[in-house]
T-cell receptor, first 113, second 113 residues
């Protein structure tokens, strides 16, 4: 069964600093997603990474995928308070003809002024 | 374009009762997936419907069921509610398959007393 591990689970950082969130998964998959969830709100899609070496950037967030290492990273550059949220990675599991998304536990990011 | 809508937004039930939650996908989207989010287990896939057929199913007991109508609206039903069913239930829609970017609704928060 596919396992998806994120670390850290909690991250408190100062505005202006850089940091990276890591997402490891246990079995081969060809698709990885990053989502953002604000408190009390639903999930918002950030990135879909489809191939080894894929890199996508949106504003201060950059996501990359290394399928050989089964690792994705979400890099935060010069953090601002508005980035405070919980970030989830999710991986497609295809098994026995069925598919489902398996989510990590999430990384709760707090950006302090 | 209107987003994914879910009703009701909040619900309080007692153990043993049953509940039906509704999800209206984005217009033109035919795939609807359901997820359960709890603090302990995180986000877990329940099932996916496409063209009125259940296409994929997660590891939940048979008390959890769903259906999809010809207009792509979907309902999920939980019978014989247990305290552990208290959760945020999220619905997500995508154009054809859950392997595309999914757009999440605001969720229904269910409290079982």
């Amino acid at each position: 069964e596919l396992k998806v591990e994120q670390n850290p689970l909690f991250l408190s950082m100062q505005e202006g600093k850089n940091y990276t969130i890591y997402c490891n998964y246990s079995t081969t998959s060809d698709r990885l997603y990053w989502y953002r969830q604000d408190p009390g709100k639903s999930l918002e899609s950030l990135f879909v990474l489809l191939s080894n070496g894929a890199v996508k950037q949106e504003g201060r967030l950059m996501a990359s995928l290394d399928t050989k290492a089964r690792l994705s990273t979400l890099h935060i550059t010069a953090a601002v308070h508005d980035l405070s949220a919980t970030y989830f990675c999710a991986v497609d599991e295809v098994k026995g003809g069925s598919e489902k998304l398996v989510f990590g536990k999430g990384t709760k990011l707090t950006v302090n002024p | 374009k209107a987003g994914v809508t879910q009703t009701p937004r909040y619900l309080i039930k007692t153990r043993g009762q049953q509940v039906t939650l509704s999800c209206s996908p984005i217009s033109g989207h035919r795939s609807v997936s359901w997820y359960q989010q709890t603090p302990g287990q995180g986000l877990q896939f329940l099932f996916e419907y496409f063209s009125e057929t259940q296409r994929n199913k997660g590891n939940f007991p048979g008390r959890f069921s769903g259906r999809q109508f010809s207009n792509s609206r979907s309902e999920m039903n939980v019978s014989t509610l247990e305290l552990g069913d208290s959760a945020l239930y999220l619905c997500a829609s995508s154009f054809r398959t859950s392997r595309e970017t999914q757009y999440f609704g605001p969720g229904t928060r269910l409290l079982v007393l």
